[in-house]
């Protein structure tokens, strides 16, 4: 890790997706859908918290429905900036509308293995490898659980996870792994030996959790009860949709957004309601499902379109976004994914998107390639400096150089060359080399992304945290487990 984070700030380039007109027009028709359909919440916690500020709740369906002015009344307190902490403060990330950051994805149940190639389930030590190749690249701000520990029990394996990767790196973690009370209130007690204490960890949030909704208009109980002891003890909460065209949601993409917006928006009111105040921020992964197998598309123009659409919308609600972006539906790095993963991250960054996710997964977030991460971020890398814009100052428009070279000369050892030359994006995977070259070796990015993965995995190996943190998260972890037995 080199102490710095790669973001993109506020850019100069900018694209209307969605007019001020038709984005009342979604607004307008959310409240419709959350007045007069309602959104299923299985969680007699939650039924409780809607019943006691004035929602309409039918507690034989678990449907509740929120009149236009509660969805105003509680959305307004959210907060719509905050600090994604890491252990290490250089790490911080700021959420405040004016900077982007990319992480890396969730829920990979295989990987590509670096040194064999062979794909195969993935481990707790994978997710330790992967967490300190992530952790050496500045291009990655922070990290999203990136694979499932298949080797550590079901009901702990969302502890080992936050254990592998806060032993190899000191910057933020968001995970949507917990969907217990019972992990989440562990998780908690891990954060807040990490952070300094309870009340330090609400100051810093060194974690943040991201559940799913249940399209078409559903919430799974498990996850919002879970949602509200993380919100309630201060850690930013996020609730992303998946409704995807066809199939859980509408088949126009205005449609869909509008479901995906309902869902999402009631479970922020919820967690207003439950604690007035606490960070939160919309989230969201709709695409539309394949025409002729009915699956996950992972790629496409509405995908896109989808990326910056709620972008807009989080930003109408005042909210910070965390979208899912480069996790391609490829098998593996190539065209497709290259195509994929550069037009979804550039459409959610011309609309400011804050926390972009999915680097380095293939085949729709099922499988870590540690060449795709590296192709990943060289993709973001490049977005990074499009999105500055070209800079307009008495520097950058070089008059004294011009007038001093004049015309036939050049400008390879004037001053101001050896000022601003670094400001050039420099590609550390793209191939520029002479035909000739290239000609004889035929190698290319692909193989320079895994030897560069490789080398990292030699020669990165962040200092572990104290051996009595590591001995009291082992002591939460196997009380967790006997909980869970009991």
């Known amino acids: 890790m080199s102490g710095k984070i790669n973001s993109i700030s506020k850019s100069k380039l ?50 509740v429905k929120l009149p236009g002015h509660l969805v105003d009344e509680y959305l307004v307190k959210a907060p719509s900036a905050y600090l994604l902490a890491g252990v290490d403060s250089k790490m911080d990330l700021s959420l405040d509308g004016f900077h982007s950051y990319l992480g890396t994805d ?68 968001q995970t949507e792994e917990i969907v217990t009370e019972r992990e989440m209130l562990a998780a908690i007690e891990m954060a807040a030996l990490l952070a300094g ?17 249940l399209s078409p208009l559903c919430q799974d109980g498990g996850s919002v009860e879970t949602a509200l002891v993380a919100a309630k003890a201060g850690l930013p909460v996020g609730f992303m949709t998946m409704a995807s065209c066809l199939t859980t949601g509408p088949a126009t993409p205005a449609g869909t957004l509008v479901v995906g917006n309902a869902e999402v928006l009631s479970a922020l009111v919820l967690m207003q309601m439950a604690a007035p105040g606490c960070p939160v ?49 490829a098998k593996e790095p190539g065209w497709q994914s290259a195509i994929d993963n550069t037009m979804s991250a550039f459409m959610a960054l011309s609309t400011s998107a804050d926390m972009l996710l999915g680097a380095g997964l ?68 793209m191939d520029r080399r002479p035909y000739t070259e290239w000609e004889q070796k035929k190698d290319g990015p692909r193989e320079w ?18 051996p009595k943190i590591q001995q009291e998260f082992k002591k939460i972890i196997d009380q967790s487990e006997r909980d869970w037995i009991k």
């Open 14 to 63: 900018s694209m209307e997706i969605l007019t001020q007109d038709e984005i009342r027009k979604i607004h307008c028709a959310t409240l419709d859908v959350l007045e007069n359909v309602g959104v299923r919440f299985p969680s007699e916690k939650a039924l409780k918290i809607f019943d006691e500020h004035g929602a309409i709740v039918d507690h034989g369906t678990m449907i």
């Open 197 to 213: 204490g309870l009340e330090e960890l609400r100051r810093r949030p060194l974690l943040s959790i991201m559940q799913c909704t």
């Open 281 to 329: 921020y919309y989230a969201a992964a709709q695409t539309a499902s394949d025409l002729r197998t009915g699956g996950y598309t992972g790629g496409a123009p509405v995908d896109y379109l989808f990326g910056a659409a709620t972008n807009v919308l989080a930003d109408f609600y005042n909210v910070p976004l965390s979208m899912g972006a480069f996790a391609t539906g």
């Open 449 to 466: 992304a895994l030897d560069k993965a490789r080398k990292i995995l030699d020669t990165h190996h962040p200092e572990p945290l104290d």
């Open 362 to 429: 293939l085949h729709g977030s099922r499988i870590f390639s540690y060449d795709m991460l590296l192709m990943d971020v060289e993709i973001w890398e490049m977005l990074r400096s499009t999105f500055r814009g070209i800079v307009i100052d008495q520097e950058t428009l070089a008059l004294d150089a011009i007038h001093e070279i004049g015309p036939g000369g050049n400008y390879l050892a004037h001053p101001h060359t050896l000022r601003n030359m670094r400001q050039l994006w420099q590609p550390t995977l």
């Open 106 to 173: 969730g829920c990979g149940v295989e990987i590509i293995d670096a040194m064999t190639g062979e794909k195969r389930r993935a481990t707790k030590k994978d997710l330790g490898d992967v967490g300190r190749v992530a952790d050496r690249l500045d291009g990655i701000g922070f990290h999203w659980v990136p694979l499932s520990a298949q080797d550590c029990p079901p009901e702990t394996r969302s502890l080992h996870e936050l254990d592998a990767i806060w032993n190899v790196s000191r910057k933020h973690i």
